[in-house]
């Protein structure tokens, strides 16, 4: 039963007691020392009441409370009703911990919940088996200390956890895992670590494929290449239809040898057989270079090419990617734009960066496709791709060497009015070439 409590109430029962006691003393001619005599008995009582609930809450293991009547019984009830709630609170949080718990066990990752600090406050057993944290005996530990491998420690220094970190695991080298951070509610982060090593091993094989199939065409291409041209070259004139049959097949053998040549180039880029070949490179020269060098494609469609390039700015690259990359941009501006069309190549500095930038004026591109122009083998249009002879390839290669130079590729397009591809570059990687070079421009 629930009782109200106040302090008018208190007061009237203390007062109403005293008021007794005083008459019964008054009756006796004691009054003095009924009163007297009443507080230090609601002093004891009060005192015994205290005792008994000090040590009830301190060294009994008793659930329930002493028992009494009057405002310490309503204490006691009260210390036990609260005493309920509380249990059954904390019975409905174990189900819910375990609950939790028992979800977190079934997930096919590893998942260890993280302090903002980084330390380690819980982990599943997936997390024991895949990245060698020991329960309970690492918990308080920066999940850095545990997982020393370079790539992770600078992803935590990036901080920028919208993509996946890729390591092998610290217990077995041969398992490779996909590493992901979000936050988890207001004071913690959730680390998740998948077993991707069967995709991994397809994705090694894959790629073995394309690199040994290329390899293996490039001989039986030039073969054939060759028996082309000494037919062509004989002495002997072909009959007209024979004529036109062997201008095809070069034409069909030349495709191929660009699409295997393509085919090398993204092989290499993905294995990063270059990744330690970085050195200074001199950009302007690489770009004037590069312009010249796709100015015979541009012979049948009479393009107009507009080149902005800062003298000043270099950078430390790779020179073949940094070349493929910039030259794939260029060849796909003067493929998809039409004749008499406007290309602009720029090469400036923005801000702390620089940033080479292929603008035309071409038929655009439709916003569904954008974000999968980077895809392999992927064409907007196949026919029109076929006609220019475009492989699907030349965005994916773009797509590795920005990975590998820190940079970004930003591809802005509106559909009729033309595209613009640009690779942003980190302030990291720029070199000052000369103090006295000016912009050239043509």
């Known amino acids: 039963m629930h009782f109200q409590l106040s302090t008018k109430f208190i007061t009237f029962r203390l007062i109403s007691t005293l008021l007794i006691s005083a008459f019964v003393g008054w009756l006796f001619s004691y009054s003095l020392l009924a009163l007297l005599t009443t507080c230090l008995v609601l002093l004891f009582w009060h ?23 009057g405002i310490w019984g309503r204490i006691y009830d009260g210390l036990y009703r609260q005493i309920k709630q509380h249990r059954q609170k904390t019975k409905v949080l174990n189900y819910k911990i375990r609950r939790f718990r028992d979800g977190a066990e079934a997930l096919p990752d590893a ?3 993280l302090s903002d600090e980084l330390a380690i406050q819980w982990g599943n057993k997936k997390a024991q088996r895949l990245l060698g944290v020991r329960w309970p005996e690492d918990i308080g530990q920066r999940i850095d200390n545990l997982l020393r491998a370079p790539e992770f420690v600078q992803y935590l220094d990036d901080g920028l956890f919208d993509a996946p970190c890729s390591l092998a695991s610290p217990v077995n080298s041969a398992i490779q895992l996909e590493i ?87 092989s290499k880029v993905e294995t990063h057989s270059e990744i330690d070949n970085k050195h200074v490179i001199d950009m302007p020269m690489l770009l004037n270079t590069l312009v010249d060098d796709v100015s015979w494609l541009n012979q049948g469609k009479d393009h107009k090419i507009e080149i902005s390039i800062d003298a000043n700015i ?42 080479f930038i292929v603008k035309d004026n071409g038929p655009g591109i439709k916003p569904l496709d954008i974000n999968r122009l980077t895809e392999r083998f992927y064409r907007i249009d196949k026919s029109r791709s076929r006609d220019t002879g475009g492989s699907g390839l030349g965005l994916a290669i773009v797509k590795h060497v920005v990975h590998h130079h820190n940079a970004q590729l930003i591809i802005n397009s ?14 990291s990687s720029l070199v000052d070439l000369s103090e006295d070079a000016g912009e050239i421009k043509c």
């Open 47 to 69: 005192y015994r009441h205290l005792f008994k609930l000090v040590n009830w809450l301190e060294q009994s293991k008793a659930i329930s409370p002493p028992q009494s009547d």
């Open 111 to 113: 998942a260890l919940v």
């Open 180 to 266: 992901r951070l979000m936050a988890y509610g207001n004071e913690h982060i959730l680390l998740l670590a998948r077993d991707i090593s069967h995709i991994f091993r397809l994705e090694e094989m894959r790629r073995d494929f394309v690199a040994n199939v290329s390899h293996e065409l490039k001989t039986p291409l030039t073969v054939v290449r060759g028996y082309i041209e000494m037919i062509q070259s004989t002495d002997h004139a072909l009959e007209p239809h024979w004529q036109k049959a062997f201008s095809t097949i070069e034409g069909q053998v030349t495709r191929m040898d660009r699409l295997v040549e393509q085919l090398l180039n993204l």
């Open 314 to 355: 270099g950078l430390i690259g790779i020179d073949t990617e940094l070349k493929s990359a910039c030259a794939n941009l260029l060849s796909n501006a003067i493929a998809y734009t039409q004749a008499q069309g406007t290309i602009k190549v720029i090469w400036r500095k923005e801000g702390n960066k620089a940033k």
């Open 414 to 427: 509106k559909w009729g009015r033309g595209s613009e591809f640009a690779i942003l570059f980190e302030e």
